[in-house]
């Protein structure tokens, strides 16, 4: 099925409008240099999580017991320790007092560190 063209008043068929960036001859302006990425969505919900209970990071870090760069990774979506990660959802319970639901990304497999085909344990 074929869209109709609009009319104008006079009755003459109106052109249709050229693809978007091509319009009165302007091309689409591209950044020059590399862009940032969006933040991803465990970030966003994280740091809602906290903006939403007012807490801040260091307070975090401080009810569990880490360093601040482990909170940042969480934040960052980064991977932290299986032990880790259940530490910062129990503080995080213990200081909002409802427990947080949104992912921490754990390290792959842990116990296959040191387990190359190079390291003394495969010998």
Same mark, same amino acid.
């Given at each position: 099925? &074929?869209?109709?063209? $609009?009319?104008?008043?006079? @009755?003459?068929?109106?052109?249709?409008?050229?693809?978007? @960036?091509?319009?009165?001859? $302007?091309?689409?302006? $591209?950044?020059?240099?590399?862009? &940032?990425? %969006?933040?991803?969505?465990?970030? %966003?919900?994280?740091? @809602?999580? %906290?903006?939403?209970? &007012?807490?801040?990071?260091?307070?975090?870090?401080?009810?569990? @017991?880490?360093?601040?760069?482990?909170?940042?990774?969480?934040?960052?979506?980064?991977?932290?320790?299986?032990?880790?990660? #259940? &530490?910062?959802? *129990? *503080?995080?319970?213990?200081? *909002?007092?409802?427990?947080?639901?949104?992912?921490?990304? %754990? +390290? #792959?497999?842990?116990?296959?560190?040191?387990?190359?085909? +190079?390291?003394? #344990?495969?010998?």
């Amino acid at each position: 099925m &074929q869209k109709r063209r $609009k009319r104008n008043r006079r @009755g003459a068929v109106q052109a249709k409008t050229p693809p978007v @960036g091509q319009q009165a001859g $302007k091309e689409i302006q $591209k950044p020059e240099g590399p862009t &940032q990425p %969006l933040p991803g969505i465990a970030r %966003l919900i994280f740091e @809602g999580f %906290l903006a939403r209970y &007012q807490l801040s990071m260091l307070e975090v870090a401080q009810e569990v @017991g880490v360093r601040l760069l482990t909170i940042w990774r969480v934040m960052r979506d980064l991977p932290v320790s299986e032990q880790q990660a #259940a &530490q910062v959802y *129990a *503080a995080l319970e213990r200081l *909002a007092g409802v427990p947080y639901r949104g992912r921490i990304r %754990l +390290h #792959a497999e842990e116990n296959t560190r040191g387990r190359g085909p +190079h390291s003394p #344990a495969s010998r």
